[in-house]
DNA sequence: CATGAATGAGAGTTCATTCAT
DNA sequence: GATGAATGAACTCTCATTCAT
């Protein structure tokens, strides 16, 4: 596939990830793709053959915020606090989003459109889960947080934003009940 | 509707509700449900218009546990304790059901069908945050908890029981898990 | 399915088997069929789901004689000559037909659509060739016929039949080679 | 067209016999083509415009056995008999592979593809009766063999064969019964 | 009330064929 | 000459929904 063919590849990416973020996934066709992509059938299926391949490919390129790659952005002399503080707000600002991908992404999962694919759900939670546990461990070594198990803390943490990320879904979710539940896990932290 | 009527209209509820926890929501056609049923197409739109219509009225008929119909069936001396210990069991519980209900109904709210309907997650949601509350704020008077806001204090239970029955259905979470998190909970409400 | 369903059912039989003889088996699609009988698409697939299907029910209906039930329908008191004579006959006639379903007959079971299905054609051939045994032992038996081996015989005048028959589609034949091919072979029973 | 061009062609009808020995005609589709040629799909139409045309072609180069040619090739003083016997051994042998292109050739001349075109299986055939049948005169004049009609049992002889032949690609035919055939005509020829 | 045959819109998928590069 | 991306027509198949009986 030459730079033209990447070219369209993109521009069916890109025009399904907007389908996918109004309408979910299960609502999505391969003809609404052609459709809005405006090429014809045959072309979209040269490079897509279904619906779940596409967003499978949408959801390998959607950049994803860890702690991780959170610490390589901070000034270097961040206390942990400031960094779990920016981690949450980025939290916060996935949880109050109401268009992105996350209505598809637990759709797909939930309806079994993943079939024989890796659960990218499952594996960013659990390197996720890693990752802040690490940070919290660091927070209660500097004296910074007070904590009698750092994996179960970080889990908890990740449990109540995926409740919160649900609930902003299926219902509504106002920026202060995530004040509230996000300053309510940091006083939990706290010495 | 006569007595015969009920008696139909109870055995399509049944019968769909055994394929909704089976298949999910939108995996279910109406083609199915006359199937599974072995009753007519046309005896099927007598009492429903679509799946939608038969999973709303499934979900009406759920028994559900709260904390304030719990606390009319455990005995009358028990501790704020022992009924918030009871109602977290039954949480769990549900937590670790594989086949229910609740993959479906995730899935229902999630993909939209519930246009124009009342939204009976989030009502039940606001109506065990509020109950859950009531509990804690009586076991704060009594000397059981420590706590600041037993309104926040709730719906943490509630979100991080949310997060995982969304993790149970997406990945999968063992009983220890869910335990670790409960008594985390749990931790933070004591003295 | 009640009588309606066998007349619709028949309609659409009756419909296939004229599309049949004139393009072919390959050449005639679902759509080909749903078309000419004036009926929706999905009609035509509460009957049957492929032109497979089709062709099979109409092979199977489809009269065909036999040595054996053309005894049945010849005078008591005939001899074995008369009999095969007019057995002859019918193979002539079924050679010279153009617009048959042998045709899409032997392209059917050529292009290999008849997967998992019963040989249709092998089967009755081998039916024809023991009733023609037969015959031709019983015309031995009564000193009309000389022949060393009756099965012989018999499945050699089912070969040239078969040849010639495959020769009309994909050429042409008069009625003259088939007049002397019979006589050829006929004469091969004579003392 | 030059060497580079010839070759290409080359490369195309071999392939495409593989694929049509294999798969019947019907079942190869020029992209079937494209693919394992490993060509691009201008390419191929540069030099073939349909899957039919490639066929012909195919059929055309396809060496064929005659009787014509083989007198040239069997020893000088041979008797007539020696020629007819390797003659229906070569037949006998067409007969009973398995994997040769008449399977696709008869389906091409039977599906009406080849439209327009000059009919080889006839032609063929007539040239083939033609040299048969001066083989058996000959026969006859030297007193190998006794017959009325050298034409017609030289059509006969290929008549029996292509029913052979059919039958072999609709059912089994075993090499016995091959034998007993080319016995029985055979029989037919001798004084 | 109840039936189930019938409809037709719409999704999925494949390929012959073209044409700009 | 050669390429292969792109097109669009054609076909298969499924279901929600209706309606005569």
Redesign the interface.
Known sequence: MGAKGEKKKELILNTSRDLFIK??F??VTMKDIVEKCEISRGGLYLYFQSTSEIFEEILKNEPYFTCRNLRKIVKKDSSISEILGSYLEEQKREILTLYDLK?AK??Y????SNKGSE?I??TR?EEEADALSDLIKEGIDRGEFVND?SV??A??I???????K??S????VSEE?VN??LS??WG?LLP
Chains 1, 2, 3, 4 share one sequence.
């Not at 990740?158 to 919160?164: A, D, H, Q």
């Not at 879904?169 to 509504?172: A, D, K, R």
């Open positions: 309408y979910g299960k609502n209505y637990y759709e999962y939930m309806s079994g659960n759900l499952k939670f198990d179960i803390a889990k908890n990740l449990y109540v934003c995926e409740g919160l649900i609930a879904l299926t219902s509504v009940t509230e539940q309510y896990m939990g």
